[in-house]
């Protein structure tokens, strides 16, 4: 087998192997927004109880939270002792939580923080594979087939996200600890499959891990996260809790650790944190554009799923035990136009450049913000439909793109770390737009629903002193129950309240009732929040545009290893080396 058949054979395991493992990482992060009212139900805990809230965003959040601390730091890992090595762990770990919980045997609380404790061992699973993957497919192909590649991996980690509402709406009515067990298997083919067929064929470079350079990382972005997590809840009287001393600890003392860290790791001799790499225009543009688009998109995907499954389904006669498969079916589309946009988007960048498809996407990505936020609450199923596929095509034509341009303009020996680099943005970002979509929709539930609760329970017969003090229900708490299907009338209420004469209380219990009374406030809130996530998508737009253009022929070039820089030299003869070994040699033929 010629040396050029043995890099064709490899570049193709590489890939379908960090697809696997992208895929089952994303899925695993986003089951749970489906499958969180039967979980609720099968660990026995009431998600409305005041001191259950914390778990209900702990268990949602602390996948993302995990991740976007660890990413970079085990980037940089895999650049010191080897990015294949790593990334193998992580599948590993990932599955080794997996079944850890699938037997969850506790009820209640213990449970819930079971879940958190082992979604947390989760993420360190995932962050080794977020932070390796690219790297590794970077290592295996030539620069101008790169955004081919990074575009089926985007599309993986992407469109992952959304198989997840799928598969845990199928799955979680049926038996809720098969959503955690449904990667098992995968992850055990992977983790066999990744040790005994993937080598590292990138530059290694050996430095001293900046461990205070971590520290100060880790907990800078917890700090700020924790805050984001304790603000959503209610304070000191008032329905958010932006005013409590802890939180505003957490948000100050958060960012000023993170400053903190920026001006350590400029000085520190082997940084966590390459600061250096920004001074690249298409590293920082498109780390930028990236973040944005996070900001703008993550916090999106959970109000369609609170929209649907809490509101139009029920309106539509969808009882609530069919609420959780049903969202997930009427979300396809949005899973579609990233299938379709991702590899063509990469492909179509490694000819033609990747900034005219980046920025389109992110131009596409308001457009269609803006036409879900001018939707009527109740609205027609196919133009909703036409714009959840508009959102897919438009992300997925941004993902591969701009992907490939951020990893082609790093130097070989930090691809790992900038890799990291960028899953820390998009995910940081994730959780921040999750806090950030839930605050503005709250304060829109805030200043309308109480007068919509007492207007609707007046009608229906309670008494104007038990209605108005209903109606000032905690806006998480409501947006909370309509997630989960849960008409919280019959706890607020009571039987002594709902017996009474005049009380309509098969109107007040029935399935209609909740989710009219609060699609309008909630409607208000989240064309709010539509707005603000199309007018971050046009000023990634602009940030895009001004990464500049990298000549085709450039990028070809980098392939040919002619012309280039020293370090996409080296990394192309390494590349060659490692091929022509007799080890790599006998992969490769294993592989055919």
């Known amino acids: 087998m010629s040396i050029e058949t043995a890099r064709d054979n490899y570049k193709w395991v590489a890939l379908s192997n960090t697809t696997i493992g992208i895929l089952m990482s994303m899925i695993n992060s986003s089951i749970l927004l489906i499958s969180l009212p039967d979980i609720f139900r099968g660990i026995k805990l009431d998600p409305l ?24 730091s085990f980037g940089r890992i895999g650049d010191i002792f080897g990015r294949v090595r790593m990334y193998t762990l992580g599948f590993a770990i990932f599955t080794i939580f997996s079944i850890l919980l699938a037997v969850t045997w506790f009820t209640g609380p213990a449970a819930a923080l079971w879940i958190i404790v082992m979604r947390i061992g989760q993420g360190i699973g995932g962050a080794f594979i977020f932070a390796n993957s690219s790297a590794i497919i970077t290592d295996a192909f030539p620069a101008d087939e ?24 199928l799955l979680a009515p049926i038996e809720w600890r098969l959503v955690f067990l449904v990667s098992v298997p995968f992850g055990l083919f992977g983790t066999v499959w990744a040790h005994m067929r993937l080598r590292d064929s990138g530059i290694r470079k050996r430095v001293k891990i900046d461990w205070i350079g ?21 304070y000191g009287g008032h329905p958010m809790g932006w005013t409590s001393p802890f939180v505003l600890a957490c948000l100050l003392g958060g960012t000023a650790i993170l400053v903190g860290f920026v001006f350590y790791e400029l000085r520190v001799e082997s940084p966590m944190f390459e600061i250096d790499l920004f001074s690249s225009r298409a590293f920082t543009m498109g780390n930028l554009a990236a973040l944005l688009l996070s900001l703008a998109r993550g916090g999106l995907q959970f109000m369609l799923i609170i929209w649907l499954q809490g509101i139009w389904l029920p309106l539509h006669g969808y009882s609530f035990a069919r609420t959780p498969l049903w969202a997930g079916i009427y979300m396809i589309p949005l899973t579609v136009g990233f299938f379709i946009a991702g590899p063509l ?30 939707l009527p609450i109740d609205f027609p199923y196919p133009l909703f439909a036409a714009l959840l596929l508009l959102v897919g095509l438009s992300m997925g034509l941004f993902a591969a793109p701009n992907t490939s341009a951020v990893m082609n ?12 680099m960028l899953n820390t943005f998009q995910n940081s970002a994730s959780v921040l737009s999750i806090g950030l979509f839930f605050t503005m929709i709250s304060f829109g539930l805030a200043s309308r629903l109480p007068k919509a609760l007492f207007s609707g329970l007046t009608h229906q017969g309670v008494s104007s002193q038990t209605a108005l003090a209903i109606s000032h229900i905690s806006p998480l708490g409501s947006l909370f129950a309509a997630f989960l299907g849960i008409n919280p009338m019959q706890s607020l209420l009571g039987p002594k309240v709902l017996s009474a004469p005049g009380v309509h209380a098969a109107t007040l219990t029935g399935q209609r009732f909740f989710p009219s009374l609060i699609s309008g406030p909630f409607g208000h809130g989240l064309r709010l929040a539509l707005l603000l996530a199309a007018a971050l998508c046009l000023l990634a737009a602009v940030l895009s545009w001004l990464r500049g253009a990298v000549p085709v022929a450039e ?25 022509a070994l007799p080890g790599a040699m006998a992969v490769s033929e294993t592989a055919t």
Request: no cysteine.
């Open 49 to 72: 109880s005041p001191g259950n809230t914390s778990y209900f965003l702990w268990i949602l959040m602390g996948f993302l939270l995990v991740t976007s601390v660890l990413v970079v």
């Open 146 to 169: 790169r955004g081919f590649a990074l575009g089926i991996n985007g599309v993986a980690a992407i469109g992952g996200a959304f198989l997840g509402l799928l598969l845990g709406g």
């Open 214 to 234: 971590n520290f100060a990382f880790a907990i800078g972005l917890i700090a700020i996260l924790m805050g984001i997590v304790y603000g959503l809840q209610p």
């Open 345 to 374: 988007a990469g492909r179509l960048a490694d000819h033609f450049g990747a900034r005219p498809f980046a920025t389109a996407g992110l131009v596409l990505s308001g457009a269609s913000f803006l036409g879900l936020q001018a």
């Open 409 to 420: 303009s790093l130097p070989a020996n930090q691809r790992g770390a900038g890799g990291g």
């Open 555 to 579: 990028v070809r070039k980098i392939s040919a290893g002619q012309g280039v820089a020293p370090d996409e030299m080296v990394d192309h003869v390494a590349r060659e080396a490692a091929l």
